[in-house]
């Protein structure tokens, strides 16, 4: 991720696959003649067979994220019926970052610290918050974990974490909570998140 590029490392072949004028048979067909570093190509492919397909089998079989395990409706708004709100908020959002599916997507949740951010994108550089000591990421994250312990506990993906957690200061535990609560009443209210409205 960076804020000089909208796409990057992203191909802007999405929309073209979402509505059928390319077939991913053709696309990983043709990226497979390329000469190019072997890397490159098995990353390639392995975001449309491994990743676009599978989300798409996904979709199909919770009838578009209405029917997830345990017969739990999701509540976050799609933005629309198109190919963003089905392959970014489903998908990214849902089945990912809010594991909403649980196990069915993805074998833990894709949160993470300031730390993860800091390394994967250059936003922390035009940021206020410093990744390393006052980003709320890292609340947010801990936050996360504590309120989801009792299912995320038997996680054997994540024991290293909530090893981590069961070791956490009650008065830390306590903050993340509350800048869990404070970051989610300033952006109800439309407002930035800044250092000074953190607890
Ligand atoms: S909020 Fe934290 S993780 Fe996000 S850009 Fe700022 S310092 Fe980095």
Redesign the pocket.
């Known amino acids: 991720m960076s804020h000089r590029s909208e796409s990057l490392f992203h191909t802007r072949i999405s929309s073209l696959l979402d509505i059928y004028r390319l077939l991913p048979s053709r696309v990983i067909s043709d990226m497979a003649g390329m000469r190019l570093a072997l890397g490159s190509k098995e990353g390639f492919i392995r975001q449309i067979l491994g990743w676009r397909e599978f989300v798409r089998h996904v979709h199909e079989s919770t009838d578009g994220f209405r029917k997830l395990p345990g017969g739990k409706t999701p509540t976050a708004k799609a933005p629309g019926d198109g190919g963003y709100g089905r392959w970014v908020v489903e998908p990214n959002v849902l089945g990912m970052g809010t594991y909403a599916l649980a196990g069915l997507m993805t074998t833990k949740p894709y949160v993470s610290g ?1 730390a993860y ?2 390394r994967m994108s250059d ?2 550089t035009l ?1 206020p ?3 390393k000591t006052d ?3 890292t609340s947010l994250y801990w936050a996360f974990l504590a309120r989801h312990e009792a299912v995320l506990r038997t996680n054997p993906r994540l024991r290293m974490p909530m090893a981590s957690l069961g070791k956490r200061e009650a008065s830390r535990r306590k903050q993340d909570q509350e800048v869990y609560k404070r970051v989610g009443e300033t952006l109800r209210k439309g407002d930035k998140v800044t250092p000074q409205k953190l607890p």
């Open positions: 300031p951010i800091n936003y922390c940021c918050f410093n990744p980003c709320p990421f």
